[in-house]
């Protein structure tokens, strides 16, 4: 089976590929790119972030930058239904070798800090690309409790030290010159709207079409998922989106 079919299927009726309602993605985008001129997203998945960002705010450009360009077909169609195709550009490559445009008003990168090898390498190459005045969108996942061995396994795995805690995420942030301005916790809901949304959109597309060669495999693979989260990590596993500013160390010192 093709990854990007699961993919495809998985985030059908939750297109944003992060545990955060659609009203808080409004809220944290107003927040991030209220008033500002561009926007560059590293890991930007389908581009839903910077559809919805372009759609809210007219003097808006945006960039986008993932390694997979599933979904860029349809998010492109729908920035030019809604008349703002000119203004979106999204680059199938890897994000930590993106070199073009900058400095952005804004950055953002939500879930995809594990592609820059962890929260301090992303916060780097965040900055690379952002104006002095610049803010940087940031969504990561933390520890709420020390990781039990169940949640470790249902995450495929995952070490102990893959996460911080939130104050330990937030300590990192700070030490690294950022003035954390807003932030949001995810919460139960949300993460469970995306998980169900997640496993429940490829499983009934799967029964729908029993015969399709990719059918047994999908429904093995979301079964599997779904077994890691409600045996493993549910409730074991926290969401925080951080809205930062690189110019604490102009304050503070440091
Ligand atoms: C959890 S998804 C989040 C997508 C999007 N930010 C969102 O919240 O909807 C993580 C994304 O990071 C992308 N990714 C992983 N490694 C990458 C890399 N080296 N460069 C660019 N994107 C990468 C994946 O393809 C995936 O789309």
């Known amino acids: 089976m093709g990854r990007s079919t699961l993919v495809r299927l998985a985030h ?9 309602s659609d009203a ?12 500002r001129a561009s926007v560059l997203d590293l890991g930007c998945g389908d581009g839903t972030w910077l559809l919805r960002a372009l759609r ?17 077909e349809q998010t492109l169609a729908q920035a030019a239904d809604a008349g703002v195709a000119d203004r979106l550009t999204l680059v199938q490559g890897d994000a930590r070798e993106y070199a073009g445009d900058a400095p952005f008003d804004a950055v953002l990168s939500v ?31 933390f520890w709420p409790a020390p990781p039990t061995q169940a949640v470790l396994d249902g995450l495929g795995g995952a070490s102990a030290d893959e996460y911080l805690d939130l104050p330990g995420t937030v300590d990192l ?4 010159g950022w ?13 469970d709207d995306y998980e169900w949304a997640w496993t429940g959109a490829p499983a009934r597309w799967a029964v729908e079409n029993p015969d399709h060669p990719e059918a047994r495999e999908v429904l093995a693979e979301v079964e599997k998922h779904r077994d890691g989260w409600l045996h493993g990590y549910r409730g074991g596993l926290g969401f925080v989106t951080l809205l930062l500013h690189p110019g604490r160390a102009a304050v503070a010192g440091g």
Request: hydrophobic share 40%; glycine share 14%; net charge negative.
């Open 12 to 20: 059908s009726d939750h297109p944003i590929a992060s545990p955060l």
């Open 56 to 72: 809210q705010h007219p003097g808006l450009t945006a960039v986008g930058v993932d390694t997979s360009d599933v979904g860029f």
């Open 111 to 141: 879930g995809a800090a594990y592609a820059f090898g962890g929260l301090a390498p992303t916060l780097d190459a965040a900055r690379g690309h952002l104006a002095a005045d610049g803010l940087l969108l940031l969504g990561d996942c």
């Open 24 to 35: 808080r993605v409004d809220d944290l985008l107003r927040r991030a790119v209220g008033g």
């Open 179 to 191: 003035a954390t301005v807003h932030g949001h916790v995810s919460t139960q809901e949300e993460w």
């Open 173 to 176: 942030v700070t030490r690294h």
